[in-house]
């Protein structure tokens, strides 16, 4: 599998944006679900996810703040992300979902939210 490629983060106050993206091999892309992962000090959580057909998914403390979506021309995958608050801050990550343990993770994206 080949390295995905996040960008996008930053350094935002609460309550502002940012829009992460992430750039996938198509072999990767094209058949699988993909998702977006971040991992503050401790585990890494899955945050949202969208099927090869579009269809999405939320965990509750992002729901209607984030939004995921994919371009399946150029194998990318975005996520918008608007009404930050500090909890949102992680290393941001995108992967095929599910990922399993054989899965290549990319260096992720820093999001910082603090005043």
């Known amino acids: 599998q080949v390295q995905p490629v996040e960008s996008g983060g930053g350094l935002v106050q609460p309550g502002g944006s940012l829009r992460l993206s992430c750039a996938a091999s198509r072999s990767t892309f094209s058949s699988n679900a993909m998702g977006w992962y971040r991992q503050a000090p401790g585990k890494r959580e899955l945050v949202a996810t969208i099927t090869t057909r579009g269809v999405t998914s939320y965990i509750d403390s992002v729901k209607g703040r984030f939004t995921i979506s994919r371009d399946n021309v150029r194998n990318t995958v975005h996520l918008q992300m608007n009404s930050l608050k500090p909890e949102d801050t992680a290393v941001y990550y995108c992967?095929?979902?599910?990922?399993?343990?054989?899965?290549?993770w990319g260096q992720g994206t820093q999001v910082t939210v603090s005043s």
């Open positions: 992967n095929t979902e599910p990922a399993g343990p054989s899965n290549t």
